[in-house]
């Protein structure tokens, strides 16, 4: 009767059918093995060895094993498609596995020891995958595209992808395979795969590319504020006043780079008010306010700044020569960006430039031994391609110019610092010293043009601690490209600083708007005869580079 409820049941499945007739068949012909078996048989057995070794092996199973089924996955109680999330997609984590048991007799291993993979779970639903965990193995990343190309799936134990051995095993039937794969990867991993394998594409055809910053609008400030109290809500952390909100708001700012702009990176922001909890309650307060938070992140830049504190230290007591107060001709104060950790600071460096009769144009010293990188290196081309245009419309350029990155042993990229050097060659070719109170940053186009640069922030407060150490003299400050006023997001005592005037930000457009704040001297407009008005930045080094190539063409 049983038989036949679960034939009508599943009469439209052919291939229960034919299995529930299977079972029928099987069970009519050894109806003997579910019989008990008498105590005379028994003994008759036990003088035959190989009658006992049977008569046991036959006790030691149950006959009705041989007709259970195993119920691989059972999505029964989901109310919707799978969702499964990989965190560590190995080979048989994600295929599934066959296993064996040792038994007197030897391994054994059977149907009801097939394991389910991740694979079987998300089938009919949806598998996330963090694609930087599934390269680490390349037979298994294979083997996944293969399974996603065939759209079936058949566990395989019978070879062990780290095993040379091969087992004889079980060969299960293929299981269909319907899902959608969401890999999770970086946009770098997305570039080599494209380029470098040529099934990607073809089964990744959806690109998803999140922004790791947005708006700072007033919805998206609610938003943040709902995570920060659903931070405290969940690590049981104590609540913040509106004053420790809105610092943290202002380091979210920070780390987006932009006043407008906040970012999404949300474990940084996490992580703060973590810290700022501890703050609080080593101090024994209810609350955490923005004395808190500024002193979590006075401390999170302490922990990464040893290297900083060292330069710091050796700028201090002239170890590394930075100047910054006086005039100096050829002479300027550029700016660097050094990381540590998770932390980036600003960092000041001298850089000089010499000028002289010759041919070679712009000398990158760093280019020539190897230190400079492609970024660097094209900013200094630009440099020869300014001054031509500028100054050799009607003479020969007959320039040799060197410029050098002084003290500094590292190699070095990035253009943000074409505009300081262009600076230091102009003072060299006008004979007019450059105010060493400031410092410089921001690139240069072949029209004379400030560009933008990152870390602006950084590199200012760099300048402001050095300034700070050797003592402000209400001349310091930082030239930087005027699109970068977005960018600040300086910490409270610079903005004390610049409104008290101890302390200034110069935003600039051209080359001509910064060289007359460096030197205190008009830049000058062109004439129409092509000369520029006597007296001025331009005119002086027009008039030297006009005996460059008088004094080239003389001595040949």
């Known amino acids: 009767q049983c038989m036949s409820d679960l034939k009508i049941k599943y009469k439209k499945n052919l291939k229960i059918q034919n299995f529930l007739y299977s079972i029928q068949s099987d069970v009519v012909k050894n109806v003997e093995f579910f019989k008990k078996d008498n105590a005379e048989k028994d003994l008759k057995m036990m003088s035959n060895p190989y009658l006992m070794q049977q008569m046991m092996k036959a006790k030691n199973q149950k006959p009705w094993e041989k007709y259970r089924v195993n119920l691989v996955i059972n999505n029964d109680r989901l109310q919707h498609a799978p969702v499964v999330l990989c965190k560590n997609p190995n080979y048989f984590d994600l295929f599934g596995k066959l296993e064996f048991e040792s038994t007197p007799q030897g391994t054994r291993t059977n149907y009801n020891m097939l394991k389910p993979g991740l694979v079987h779970k998300a089938n009919g639903g949806f598998l996330i995958i963090n694609i930087r965990d599934l390269l680490l193995s390349a037979p298994t990343w294979e083997a996944f595209k293969r399974v996603l190309r065939n759209q079936e799936l058949s566990i395989d134990s019978s070879r062990d992808i780290h095993q040379p051995i091969t087992v004889v095993s079980l060969k299960p039937e293929p299981i269909p395979i319907n899902m959608q794969v969401i890999l999770i990867g970086s946009e770098l991993h997305y570039q080599q795969l494209c380029a470098m394998d040529a099934d990607f594409k073809k089964l990744f055809k959806v690109k998803a590319d999140f922004d790791d910053t947005y708006d700072r609008n007033k919805e998206n400030v609610k938003k943040l504020v709902q995570f920060i109290a659903y931070v405290c809500k969940k690590h049981s952390l104590l609540p913040l006043d509106k004053t420790g909100v809105k610092e943290i708001i202002e380091y979210s700012s920070k780390c987006a780079g932009n006043q407008n702009k906040l970012t999404a990176i949300m474990l940084d922001i996490s992580d703060l008010i973590i810290e700022s909890n501890f703050v609080a309650t080593s101090s024994r307060k209810k609350i955490i306010t923005d004395y808190e938070v500024q002193k979590a992140l006075e401390a999170k830049t302490k922990r990464f700044s040893k290297y900083n504190d060292a330069l710091n230290k050796m700028i201090k ?34 850089i000089t430039a010499n000028t002289f009769i010759g041919k070679s144009g712009v000398l990158n010293i760093e280019r020539e031994v190897s230190m400079s990188g492609k970024s660097h290196s094209k900013g200094v081309f630009i440099l020869s391609a300014y001054i031509g245009e ?29 505009s300081t050097e262009l600076y230091a060659i102009l003072s060299s070719l006008a004979d007019v010293p450059i105010n060493q109170s400031l410092a410089v940053t921001g690139s240069v186009n072949q029209k004379g043009e400030i560009q933008p640069i990152g870390g602006v922030t950084d590199k200012i407060e760099g300048f402001f601690k050095v300034c700070k150490e050797k003592g402000l003299n209400e001349e310091n400050g930082v030239l930087i490209p005027y699109q970068n006023i977005k960018n600040l997001t300086l910490s409270d005592e610079i903005v004390e ?37 006597e007296g001025t930045i331009n005119y002086l080094v027009y008039k030297k580079l006009e005996k460059y190539a008088q004094n080239s063409a003389k001595y040949n």
């Not at 930075?322 to 050094?338: D, E, F, P, R």
């Not at 051209?510 to 062109?526: C, F, H, M, V, Y």
């Open 497 to 533: 600083a610049v409104k008290s005037g101890k302390f200034h930000i110069y935003p600039v457009n051209s080359i001509d708007e910064g060289i007359e704040i460096l030197t205190g001297i008009p830049a000058g407009k062109q004439k129409e005869d092509g000369t520029y008005e």
């Open 317 to 350: 007591q002239g170890d590394i020569i930075i100047s910054t107060s006086g005039k100096k001709v050829g002479q300027i104060n550029g700016l660097t960006i050094a990381v540590s950790g998770d932390c980036s600071f600003g960092q000041p460096v001298r």
């Open 390 to 418: 500028k100054y050799a419309q009607d003479i020969p350029l007959s320039l040799t110019a060197s410029i050098c990155f002084e003290q500094l042993y590292n190699p070095i990229d990035g253009d943000s610092a074409s």
